[in-house]
């Protein structure tokens, strides 16, 4: 790119020191204020950058507006989005980002706790970054680059942008959102406010990665009630739930329908708690898979094993809950698929090899899609995401930022 001094490493630093866990068990929104202190951070660096409508709603979300340079008045609005929490599977207090110049592809001992040490054979695509300026945290928290890599790539286009008013782009509207990681990242965004038209996450990981595919995923709630008694005259009286609950997951397959055990577009069935004890026992599901219809086919398989484990126990009383989360993006994509096509020209317009990748998970961009924001995922760079050997490589998020440079110019000609 001509002109471009790139800002993203002193961002990405910046914003990773900022601690942003979200908390699940929270029950406001964002579910931990201190995601607020980003927010409001982005606000004033937007607001630096020119951008004078930036803005935190009451929500926490942050809005930012680059009004169309170009005389064609007709091109669509475009928002390009990364979200400011970062997962709570780790800790993200006290982040002390190190960058590691010119990796030579030797092991990476993180000082705060030199067992923790990143290698080649721990983390294959390294070997492709030799010679590369990578950041990882110090050894006792993760990074943060999921997904302030996103953030820091978006701020570096429109510092980019906002230096160079030569560079034709439409309206670009961006968005950072709180929560994503716990599922609730657009719970409470008003699409109205936002009016775009398409969008874009940047949460995606190696160079290139594209992905307009997801999971669709429900979550299951079962609830376990037993039948207490004092364990002293318990004979013939006592039921535990906490017993069942676990009988229960026993009896669930080990070798298939486990994240353990599948990969590519094969689907899986996963508890991922369990609490209670004696008198109650409520266990937590998430159920993923490509294809909408068969999380009902999962759900019923899996209600199935319950009802033959109660089978034992006639007297117990249960539930069993389903709640959508979000779906497969490639079903609202398929219709617009220029969208993702334009990425893909945009990449190797940047020096990027485009990989089309499938998401085992999914974005705000998932469920932005079924908001009628029809939102691929562009790569970041992040990588070994929600742990402690988290890192990302500074020349990668900088490649983002060329493709998104690439990007919207490729919109202004394709009205």
Same mark, same amino acid.
């Given at each position: ?7 993203? #490493? ?27 202190? *980003? ?9 630096? *950058? ?22 064609? /008045? ?71 680059? /999921? /997904? ?18 030569? %560079?034709?782009?439409? @309206? ?51 609830? %376990?009630?037993?039948? @207490? ?19 229960? %997951? ?41 294809? @909408? ?30 709640? #959508? ?15 993702? /096509? ?74």
């Amino acid at each position: 790119m001509q002109n471009y001094t790139s800002t993203v #490493e002193k961002r990405f630093i910046k914003y990773a020191e900022i601690d942003t866990t979200a908390d699940p068990n929270s029950e406001s929104f964002p579910s931990s204020m201190k995601q607020n202190n *980003l927010a409001k951070i982005l606000v004033e660096e937007l607001k630096d *950058l020119g951008i004078n409508d930036a803005e935190m709603d009451q929500w926490g979300y942050v809005f930012g507006t680059l009004s169309n340079n170009t005389e064609d /008045d007709s091109l669509p609005t475009i928002c390009f989005c990364a979200h400011m929490d970062t997962a709570p599977d780790c800790s993200g207090t006290n982040v002390k980002p190190i960058v590691h110049r010119n990796y030579d592809g030797s092991p990476m001992y993180l000082p705060d706790d030199t067992t923790q040490v990143i290698t080649t054979e721990k983390h294959p695509y390294l070997k492709e970054k030799i010679g590369d300026d990578i950041i990882t945290a110090s050894g006792l928290t993760l990074l943060g680059a /999921d /997904d302030k890599a996103g953030i820091a790539i978006i701020m570096d286009l429109v510092s980019h942008l906002q230096a160079n008013p030569e %560079i034709p782009h439409p @309206t670009i509207r961006v968005l950072f959102t709180p929560d994503e990681e716990i599922g609730r990242g657009v719970d409470h965004l008003d699409m109205e406010k936002l009016n775009a038209d398409y969008g874009y996450t940047l949460d995606g990981g190696i160079l290139g990665s594209l992905e307009d595919e997801s999971f669709s995923a429900d979550a299951v709630t079962i609830t %376990i009630n037993g039948i @207490t008694a004092h364990p002293g005259y318990a004979k013939g009286k006592m039921v535990s739930a906490m017993k069942v609950a676990s009988e229960f %997951i026993t009896a669930l397959p080990k070798n298939e329908w486990c994240p353990e055990a599948t990969q590519d577009r094969e689907g899986f069935v996963h508890p991922v708690a369990i609490n209670g004890g004696m008198e109650q026992a409520v266990v937590q599901f998430i159920i993923r898979d490509h294809i @909408t219809s068969k999380l009902k086919e999962y759900e019923d398989r899996l209600e199935g094993i319950l009802n033959d484990v109660l089978s034992k126990y006639p007297t117990l009383d249960t539930s069993f809950e389903v709640t #959508e989360q979000y779906r497969n993006m490639k079903e609202i994509i398929k219709d617009v698929p220029f969208v993702t /096509d334009y990425a893909i020209q945009a990449m190797e317009n940047a020096g990027v090899k485009p990989v089309p990748t499938i998401i085992r998970g999914g974005t705000d961009g998932s469920r932005l899609s079924f908001m009628g924001l029809p939102c691929p995922n562009i790569f970041t760079g992040e990588l070994a995401i929600h742990s402690r050997h988290e890192y990302v490589s500074v020349q990668d998020m900088e490649k983002g930022t060329a493709t998104l440079t690439e990007l919207v110019q490729l919109w202004t000609k394709h009205s």
